[in-house]
């Protein structure tokens, strides 16, 4: 049976220090690796001069392979290229994109890095799974190293339009990079028909149908593969006595009032902003709701080193006190926001006490806070989504309320008719949408795209 090998930017360990699952990503790999003999290869975190030199252990029951990054490496690299210039560029903000030349070396140094630090560790039939925007390079890496392998890429977050991908100083080189993968996974339909419009007319290609597209005299698969959650495990993590007594806790200190929940990172993609004003805009126009409502959000920092994350973080920080001040009472605020992050059975209570999952992110990969707030409802009372119609899980979520978070007042008429729900609609929208989050989960998605990517002819290269 051939190894799987992951290789990702950071390596996630399945669970924290207490033993708590982290995510659903790490947990899914996790158990491939193990079952099949495999290895996760990637950055420990840590910032040290490094020598190239790996460290390979256990880590439950996973071989690890971890590198270091030095400072350069972090600041070109991982701030610089991935999350100044790839992540605004592909979530649409060309405006938030900052583009050095050292910025595009440190990236192609640390893939070169982590080429010569995977290539001795390789078999001749490993399948090899490259994860996300940071090492969109790697398999050409791989590949001038000697490795022969099928390899994999899957991009976790939108490919943009032909238009804005063109704003990036030398696109072309790196499409060409993606080559030399055999089959590239994306999150939606929308990613897939953005980069077989970028490859038919920017890039000379050739589609060759069944998904194949031809372009610098080589073939690679496209394909969407929607990422799910671990339904499995989210549901008892919402039944577990810490999820009970947080859901408890929530209800009580709701007293009557009806609860909305956002829970995410601290990113502009994820449209926290217009979501605070749409909200204000909900308060306005539908009076009736004073002190019977509120918004918990919460809004764990991240990437605070770059300099749009600290923005973001400002003017939330005065939105949400602007908002509050214009609105509240001596007993009552329309917004409570939280900047700091809670285990993931505290969520699930959280998630469950909540009449109201807003989630309404600008432009979103897929979006797992939408599946885990459905994966976490009590099916007698379930709450009602409220889903932006650019994040990836709108393709699949369609018994959502799909919104235009950029229509203020559209998504506060949505708010007032996601709170009014009858019993019965809001039973049968979560029923068609839990089907779905059980079903495409992420085991079915690592399956899938393990087994097409084993399903690869090598000589398409
Ligand atoms: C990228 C793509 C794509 C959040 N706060 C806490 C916490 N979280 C967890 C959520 C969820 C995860 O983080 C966030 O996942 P998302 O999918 O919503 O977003 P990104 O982090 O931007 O992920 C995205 C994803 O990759 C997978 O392909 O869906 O589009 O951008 O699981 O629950 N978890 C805990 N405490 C928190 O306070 N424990």
Redesign the pocket.
Known sequence: MSRLIVISNRVSAPTDKAGVA????AMALSAALREGNGMWFGWSGEVAETSGQISVQRIGGVTVALTHLDEQDVHEYYNGYANKTLWPLFHYRPDLVSFERSFDEGYARVNQRFAEGVAPLLVEDDLIWVQDYHLIPLAAKLREQGAKNRIGFFL??PWPAMRILMTLPKHLELVRTMFDYHLIGF?TEDSVSAFREYVLNHAGGEDLGDGRVKAFGKVTHIAAYP?G?DAKEFVESSQSPTAAAYCKRMRTSQNGRKMMIG???L?Y??GLEERFVAYDQFLRDYPQYENNVFLLQ?A?PSREEVDAYQDIRNRLDSLSGHINGEHAQVDWVPIRYVN?????DE?AGIYRAAHVGLVTPLR??????AK?YIAAQDPDDPGVLILSQF???AEQMKDALIVNPFDREAVSETIHEALSMPLAERKRRYEALMHGVMTDDVVSWREAFVRDLKAEVLETL
């Open positions: 982290v995510g659903g990503l976790h977050i999150q990422i959650i829970v995410e990172r990113d993609s994820k919460i764990t700091r992050s809670y285990r993931r969520l979103d990969g897929m979006n797992l806070v885990e994040a990836g899980s």
